[in-house]
């Protein structure tokens, strides 16, 4: 039973009801009152006793992990996973066995279940959540390299007088390395081209 | 496979009952076919088929007990 009306004295005592009936509490419904009911004369005549609409609400996180968990399993692939918030941020980090298909070239399987997950988790809309969907430390590794490209890129830029354009990446990867160039005045970063093709490039 | 493709697109549309897989097989391919309730056919696809290549990114890097390739057909 996803929902239940109930009644009451008051409306707290309507809600309180609704909830042992449901056998939930209070942070996993969400309540609309349809009648605030009315204490009446002496609390005996024209009284009206109060009416509450309680609705358990799906929580976004679970459905999330277990959608992740049943892709990756019908994917053929044996992995454990363990989810994280953050304020309304997300981290589900993989681990298991045959990872590297998880990942995918460049981390492009990787990205398809983290926006398939974030699909899921935001298809309500009642609150908004970036998610992550991290491998075995994979962001990490990533962002390493992409800082170590970033400056490599630079040098070359410099070296050559001429704008160096990378290669598309998605928006988080092009910020890491925004934010790594972003301190040098000798060379400017910008992106061009329209997703999925936009990419970075180093001007001199 | 089709397994892996249900549970992918499933809690993305409204009518999960309209969801319908078939599976070809050709010479050197297997095809898989999807199509979904017409009210729900921009849900799999999304803005410029971000979502559709998503689900293919997912469902080819799946591994499959053929040798053959895989393409997955969307409507």
């Known amino acids: 039973m996803r929902q239940i009306t109930a009644s009451g004295q008051t409306v707290d005592e309507a809600v309180q009801s609704a909830l042992e009936q449901l056998n939930t509490t209070r942070d996993q419904v969400e309540v609309e009152v349809i009648d605030e009911g009315k204490k ?57 066995e045959k990872i590297a298909l998880l990942i995918g070239k460049r981390g492009q399987t990787l990205n398809a279940l983290q926006y398939l997950t974030h699909l899921v988790i935001n298809k309500d809309k009642k609150q908004y ?52 160039l972003q301190t040098r005045d000798d060379v400017s970063t910008y992106s061009d081209g329209v997703e999925p093709h936009r990419h970075i490039v180093i001007k001199p | 496979m089709k397994a892996l493709i249900e549970t992918i697109v499933t809690p993305l549309v409204d009518f999960p009952e309209d969801i319908k897989v078939t599976e070809t097989e050709e010479e050197a391919k297997i095809v898989y076919h999807l ?41």
């Open chain 1, 129 to 180: 959540y970036t998610v992550t969907v991290d491998a075995e430390g994979y962001r990490a590794r990533r962002k390493e390299t992409l800082e170590t490209l970033a400056i490599r890129m630079a040098e070359k830029a410099l070296h050559l007088q001429k704008v160096v354009e990378l290669e598309p990446m998605p928006a988080y990867e092009r910020k890491i390395i925004h934010s790594v």
């Open chain 1, 40 to 96: 009446g004369l002496l609390g005996v005549f024209g009284s009206k006793r109060a009416i509450v609409k309680v609705t358990i609400l799906k929580n976004p996180i679970e459905e999330a992990e277990k959608y992740l968990k049943e892709v990756i399993r019908n994917m053929g692939v044996e992995a454990e996973i363990t989810g994280s918030i953050e304020g309304n941020h997300i981290t589900f980090d993989v681990t298991g």
């Open chain 2, 35 to 75: 199509t979904v309730n017409q009210q729900d056919v921009g849900k799999v696809i999304g803005k410029n088929g971000r979502i559709a290549k998503a689900i293919r990114t997912v469902v080819y890097a799946a591994k499959s007990d053929a040798k053959k390739r895989i393409y997955l057909d969307i409507m």
